[in-house]
């Protein structure tokens, strides 16, 4: 299958990403962690990319569509992938059908994450990710012994620089602005469907696989 995860920053889209791919068998490609992980290791594309992270704002569809396209091309995308994080604009989501239709391929479903801006505010102040094995976990849920340890590996958890409030509420307008139009650009193509991002994790996880399930039978005529 090859899917689309969309909705804004901290509806846990890449909570659920983790899950659906362990699930399916296929390769989860967040652009969000690739960037990351660039300007971790001081490459030629995080220092290009490094300041579009720290204050929120997208960056440029040309670089991240050259990225994401390396990747499709890559062997174990052959037989479908999660998409998190991408696309993210108009521009973004036309290059992806057109890299697509070359190959006679599609998207086969775009989950939609419903979620309200106060919840994402606090799901995101209080995010903490591990140093080391990029664990995510919440200031809200440790204990005072382990606080700001990983709960995997021990090691020390630290804040994204884009999870400090003034760049959320930036995320959110660059969301609004730029990332929404996409709602409609799938609703045409019949292949949205939304869940309640506020609900528990497993609730989430449910409603995905259940909605995915009723989708790949109507394709195939069976319902
Ligand atoms: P990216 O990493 O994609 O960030 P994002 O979309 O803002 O999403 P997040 O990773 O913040 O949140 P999420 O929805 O994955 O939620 P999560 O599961 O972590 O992008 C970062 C930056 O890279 C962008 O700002 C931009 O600069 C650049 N970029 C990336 N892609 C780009 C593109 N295509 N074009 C241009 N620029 C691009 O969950 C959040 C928290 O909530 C966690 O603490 C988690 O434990 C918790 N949580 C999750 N689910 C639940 C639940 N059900 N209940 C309670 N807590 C929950």
Redo the contacts with the bound molecule.
Sequence with gaps: MRIIFL???????????RFLCQTLSIPHL????M??LAVEKKTFLGNQ?FE??KK????P?DI?IHL?EEKLEQKDCEKGFLL??????IL?AQSLDHFLEKKKLCIDAVVL?LISPSIVLN??S???VCSVCHT???ISQMKDNTKNKCKKCQNDLIQ?P??QEHVIEK?LV?YQEQTKPLIEYYQNQNKCFSVD?????S??FSAIEQNLFLKTKRQQGVI
């Design positions: 909705g804004p920053p901290g509806s846990g889209k890449g909570t659920q990403a967040s652009t969000g962690d960037l990351r990319v579009y992270l929120g704002l997208l960056v569809d991240i994401i998190d994080g991408f696309p993210r604009t973004q994450f799901r995101l209080g995010r903490r995510l976990d919440h994204r884009d999870d995320r660059v991002a506020s609900q528990t994790e609730e989430v």
